[in-house]
């Protein structure tokens, strides 16, 4: 089996052959090496500009073309997550927020949001404080909620397209990291307040990941799907009454 390199080379060589055969074919045919000469010049002259023309515009553009699928595939894959596992991961997590209040009166007005609204308020979200208690009980919960999404979660992490999201793999890591804890304890009873101060501490990692990348995934279907902003911000997990009937 011929190497990349290898194959390279001869494809090179082959272009070059052609090339030669084709100008001793017109030498032949019409006897004009002057002619072969100026045009040959001329266009090894304007060679320069073909590959300034090639490299910054052609290439750029297919670059970036490249670029817009995969965000478009990688956003399907962060949608996917937010249904199945982020957005009830992160309503469970917040009843348990000390200062969910701060996070319920941020979101509060998230179907008026604007794209212009969104840097604004993802610089906000740093300033977030999180801190979440939790007992053995609500530990369970979270363990069966959790558990029954661990093959969802492991096909996610196999998946190559997450390669290219830094933050969002650490937020998959994070959360599966918690079910892996939670499914090596059982049914999680009669824990010692060491371990659920542990647990506790996995759980409020996993929110705080959480809550930007799901502010981002926000601002992309603002951006690109409306429709779909438009329900992802009626079933606010900060929203005490979710109601995604449209009443106006």
Aim: glycine letters at 2%; hydrophobic letters at 45%.
């Amino acid at each position: 089996m011929i190497s990349n390199k290898k194959w390279l080379v001869l494809f090179a060589l082959s272009l070059c052959c052609s090339s030669f055969l084709i100008f001793f074919i017109h030498l032949i045919i019409f006897h004009d090496f002057h002619h072969i000469a100026i045009f040959t010049l001329h266009d090894l002259a304007f060679l320069p500009i073909e590959v300034l023309l090639v490299t910054l515009f052609l290439h750029q553009m297919m670059e970036r073309r490249a670029m817009k699928n995969k965000l478009n595939k990688l956003n399907m894959v962060i949608g996917v997550f937010f249904s199945e596992v982020g957005t009830p991961l992160i309503r469970f997590c917040g009843s348990f927020d000390d200062n969910k209040p701060q996070k319920i009166s941020f979101f509060s007005s998230l179907t008026t949001w604007e794209i212009k609204d969104f840097p604004i308020k993802k610089k906000e979200i740093q300033n977030f404080s999180y801190k979440i208690q939790i007992s053995c009980n609500d530990l369970q919960k979270l363990r069966k909620m959790l558990i029954n999404k661990r093959d969802f979660l492991v096909r996610l992490l196999e998946n190559p397209v997450l390669l290219e999201h830094e933050s969002f793999t650490e937020v998959l890591q994070a959360v599966f990291h918690l079910t892996e804890e939670l499914h090596h304890r059982g049914e999680c009873s009669n824990l010692p307040g060491s371990d659920i101060s542990h647990l506790s501490g996995d759980i409020t990692r996993v929110y705080s990941l959480m809550i930007p990348i799901w502010l981002s995934y926000l601002e992309y279907l603002k951006t690109n799907y409306p429709y779909l902003f438009s329900l992802s911000a009626r079933t606010n997990p900060f929203n005490e009454n979710e109601d995604v009937i449209i009443r106006e």
